[in-house]
């Protein structure tokens, strides 16, 4: 992709970006101020194979809690599976490893924290290793409730106050929201343009990817291809397999028992979230509150912010028409990079049919070699009459390899005057 069809689809992407703003400030002003906290109880672990250092696809990866399965994956190309348990409450459970041809890895007692990533390593052959995470890890519930209903009390107090504190703003943001309305309509326009200038940045894209296809077909190492026709190929192939073995299974053994470690350090810090857990719900109770009392001051403060937003959706209104401007002249630069790519690949194209002639040429270059190989094997040729045909050949296909030189060089200053 060339500089210009680059820096389009910078500024389109920043454009795009000020209609999502825009967006934004339209819908800010009618939010409610109450808002529920919701705490996520879902817990979310990666799980890594490998074998012999590379990762493994395929493997099933498996949560389970007394025999009965939990949550299971399987690994991808990265030898990577994420595995979500939904509503866990802190109990033990086993991960289990299996993929057909290789050994069952059971690591038992695991404790999951969310984010936590665990590494192993797999070994060929039947049977299952099996690990114990060491935990004690005990319920320990809340004894915080006396001072709760005192809480909730001033709770409520608060939110009255808040409620009637909101009915002042209400005639500031009608206002916004015309305003709003203002910015909307300029972003539509804006955006209509965009996805012109979109739909021609691609056709650029696509005329490029033609002419590049075009290069590699010019890009031709003469030397190299000459040297090609004299020399064959040797292939060779060795057997490793008790290597293998004996270094799979001591990867396995280490990947074991790092996972070991990571998996007992996830569960001490399960213990003490769950002692600190009980303080945390009381305090949780009383930050609640207090946000309340933030509610009610902010509410009060709406309607002066009201205002303020009022001023800001009529400034997005004017940004909006001057995003519509760049948004056009965006469109032209990428119509006039698409007229520039075709004209460099018409220009490839003409080399590209002068190489094509230059291959049917060494053809039948080739075919007069094979027939006069043929010659001399039988001996139906005088040995003088076979020479000077043998240097006729060579002399044509020295020829031919310049002319592909002059092609490589005519490509080349193409490239340099296109910028490619």
């Known amino acids: ?26 819908n800010e002003v009618i939010m409610p101020v109450h808002k529920e906290v919701w705490v996520a109880s879902g817990v979310s672990i990666k799980v890594e194979v490998s074998y012999l250092g590379k990762p493994t696809e395929g493997v099933m990866v498996s949560l389970m809690n ?35 041809g ?10 999951l924290k969310d984010g936590s990533k665990y590494d192993f390593a797999l070994t060929k052959g039947s049977g299952t290793i099996t690990t114990e995470v060491g935990t004690k890890i005990e319920k320990i519930e809340s004894q915080s409730e006396k001072n709760l209903e005192k809480i909730e009390s001033e709770k409520q107090k608060n939110i009255e106050n808040t409620e009637k504190a909101e009915q002042g703003a209400v005639k500031n943001e009608e206002k916004a929201k015309e305003y709003s309305e203002q910015a909307k309509e300029k972003v ?13 940045k691609k056709e650029a894209e696509k005329t490029a990817k033609e002419s590049e296809k075009m290069e590699k077909q010019l890009e031709t190492n003469v030397d190299q291809a ?8 040797k292939q060779r192939e060795e057997q490793l397999n008790q290597l293998e ?10 990947k074991a028992e790092q996972a070991k470690k990571d998996a007992e350090k996830d569960a001490k810090k399960a213990e003490k979230e769950a002692k600190e857990e009980a303080k945390e719900k009381e305090e949780a109770a009383k930050r609640e509150a207090e ?10 403060e709406k309607q002066k912010a009201a205002e303020e937003k ?19 002249k965006e469109r032209k630069e990428a119509e006039k990079a698409q007229k520039e790519e075709e004209k460099y690949q018409k220009k490839l194209s003409s080399l590209v049919e002068e190489r094509e002639k230059i291959q049917k040429k060494r053809e039948k270059l080739e075919k007069s070699q094979d027939k006069l190989d043929k010659k001399i094997k039988k001996g139906k040729i005088d040995p003088e009459d076979a020479r000077k045909e043998q240097e006729k050949i060579d002399e044509e296909h020295k020829k031919l390899d310049e002319d592909l030189k002059d092609i490589e060089k005519d490509l080349n200053k193409l490239k340099k005057k296109y910028d490619k």
């Open 1 to 26: 992709m060339n500089m210009k069809i680059r820096k389009f689809t910078y500024i389109a992407a920043f454009a795009a970006g000020v209609m999502i703003q825009s967006d934004v400030l339209a």
């Open 66 to 100: 007394n025999g009965k399965t939990v949550m299971q994956g399987t690994t991808d190309k990265t030898g990577t599976a994420a595995l979500t348990v939904d509503d866990y409450k802190s109990q033990p459970l086993t991960l289990r490893i299996q993929k057909e």
């Open 102 to 111: 290789y050994k069952t890895i059971m690591m038992m007692g695991m404790l």
């Open 188 to 200: 539509k326009s804006a955006e209509q343009t965009q996805k012109e200038a979109e739909a021609a």
């Open 226 to 233: 000459a040297k090609q026709r004299e020399q064959e190929a």
């Open 245 to 254: 073995k004996e270094k799979s299974e001591k990867e396995a053994m280490e």
């Open 291 to 300: 946000k309340e009392k933030e509610a009610r001051k902010e509410a009060e």
């Open 310 to 328: 009022a001023k800001e959706e009529k400034e997005a209104a004017k940004e909006a028409e001057k995003r519509e401007k760049e948004a056009e």
